[in-house]
């Protein structure tokens, strides 16, 4: 495990370039074993309170850390720690600079109780001001950080990275196993497994923490360098119906989301899943994309419930940030599991189409292959709906609607053609605005036309996402 100091972790992020914005703290008046406490936390740490503030520079980008010194009383957050925090995070949002908070506590400071507990709604006050300015405010969880830290501002990224086997949880085992009189699993309430269940975005080792904060600010905030995006490689021929179509875009060296992003500058903000959100420069046209991964699920990586509920993430953060919002819809379709059902999955994808219903982002769908069931439909509603003409979109698989009419899966190939899902047929209807050619080769160039065109237009007409 990483003992990194928060001075260390300063040092090592800013290159020794970081101005403190750290006030002298005032005690005020306590007993005498807290006072001794906090002489014992000084001394030993050489800081005056739990967390350190200031601004640094980033690569390029001058940025407000919040760091916790969990030396410091375990990180634990007092009266003077907790408006330390507000402080900062108000003056960072009238400066208009990203915030990094990297925590590590037990959370309140027991010696202070409750007034001290209600700090957390404070910085979260300041927190949710800051992201409604549109400015970043990410997170990295260091170990460990639970409690009403973990409960606030730790867990109010827009991103949110964690330390390699950092322990993160709401209540600390100790805690927990004094309470319950039972130990608590030692494998949850870790960064991975909090990885695993798409709760953080990725875990991150302190020394690559500089390389990917500069990574995602320079694609977020620094200065737009308009690139000729690569053509993405597809020789598939085009297709002469619906049935054809569905074979296309089944083959297993069709291009996807993954080429789609090789061929422009990009940022991936999610580990690898079947679903991703992506920072992209499309020909000098910043957006944010929510894209399904065909080769995930290629590889098994099923369509959950949580990949929905990090789609509807991905769109009110491209709002927060005032980025056009791309989905590209390439799936076999959502899992089918008791877990699925269990989990809200038709939930998950009402709240999605409800999402981008009501955005005020600039909206663009791109149908990029397979379009099967309300796992595609999530994602379709849009200002400007761009379709690859070998792609589709059905309510079932095909063989799943022969299973409905016929009770087998034979007459698949003769019910697409009548159910009209190849784009081309959507063309005609009026659901798809714009077909590129198969597989979609042009799809970079033409969702930087359509943005740009978007971008000028807009506010467009909510009610053209309907489509219908």
Not at 9 to 28: C, K, Q
Not at 199 to 213: F, M, N, Q, S
Request: proline share 6%; hydrophobic share 45%.
């Amino acid at each position: 495990m990483y003992d990194m100091t928060a001075s260390e972790l300063i040092a090592l992020l800013t290159a020794g370039v970081f101005e403190s914005w750290d006030a002298p703290v005032a005690d005020g008046s306590i007993d005498a074993a807290y006072a001794e406490s906090l002489h014992r936390a000084r001394e030993r740490t050489g800081l005056d309170e739990s967390v350190t503030t200031g601004v640094g520079t980033v690569g390029d980008q001058r940025t407000v850390l919040i760091v916790s010194e969990f030396g410091f009383l375990g990180g634990s957050i007092g009266a003077a720690s907790g408006s330390r925090i507000v402080a900062a995070i108000r003056r960072a949002t009238a400066q208009r600079l990203p915030i990094l908070a990297a925590p590590a506590s037990g959370g309140t400071r027991m010696q202070e109780g409750t007034p001290a507990f209600l700090q957390m709604v404070s910085i979260s006050a300041a927190v949710a001001a800051h992201r409604a300015a549109g400015l970043p405010y990410l997170v990295y969880l260091r170990h460990p950080t639970t409690g009403g830290v973990f409960a606030s501002w730790g867990s109010m990224g827009q991103v949110t990275w964690a330390q390699p086997r950092a322990m993160l949880g709401f209540l600390g085992p100790r805690v927990y196993e004094g309470l319950r009189g039972q130990p608590f699993p030692g494998d949850v309430q870790t960064a991975e497994n909090l990885l695993r269940h798409r709760l953080i975005d990725d875990v991150v080792a302190p020394e690559d923490l500089g390389h990917r904060l500069r990574s995602f600010l320079a694609h977020l905030v620094g200065q737009v360098k308009p690139v000729e995006p690569q053509r993405v490689n597809d020789s598939h021929p085009p297709v002469a119906d619906a049935w054809a179509a569905v074979a296309a875009t089944r083959s297993a060296d069709r291009p996807g989301l993954s080429e789609l992003l090789a061929s422009v500058p990009s940022e991936t903000i999610t580990a690898p899943g079947s679903l991703r959100l992506v920072l992209a420069d499309f020909s000098g046209f910043r957006a944010l994309v929510v894209g399904q991964d065909r080769a995930a699920e290629a590889h098994g990586t099923q369509l959950l419930p949580a990949d929905l509920a990090l789609a509807q993430r991905g769109i009110a953060l491209a709002e927060e940030w005032n980025l056009p919002l791309v989905t590209v819809i390439d799936t076999g379709g959502a899992a089918l599991s008791v877990d699925a059902e269990q989990s809200g999955l038709a939930g998950r994808i009402a709240a999605c189409m409800s999402a981008l219903l009501a955005t005020s982002s600039p909206t663009v769908a791109v149908l990029m292959g397979q379009g099967t069931g309300g796992g595609a439909l999530a994602l379709f509603p849009a200002d400007w709906v761009i379709a690859a003409d070998d792609a589709w979109l059905s309510p079932l698989p095909p063989e799943g609607a022969s299973l409905i009419m016929y009770r087998d899966t034979e007459h698949a190939s003769e019910l697409v053609g009548p159910q009209h899902i190849w784009s081309c047929d959507l063309r005609r209807l009026g659901v798809v605005d714009e077909l590129v050619g198969p597989g979609g080769g042009l799809i970079p160039d033409v969702i930087a036309a359509v943005t740009r065109r978007l971008e000028g237009d807009h506010p467009a007409n909510p009610a053209k996402r309907i489509r219908l």
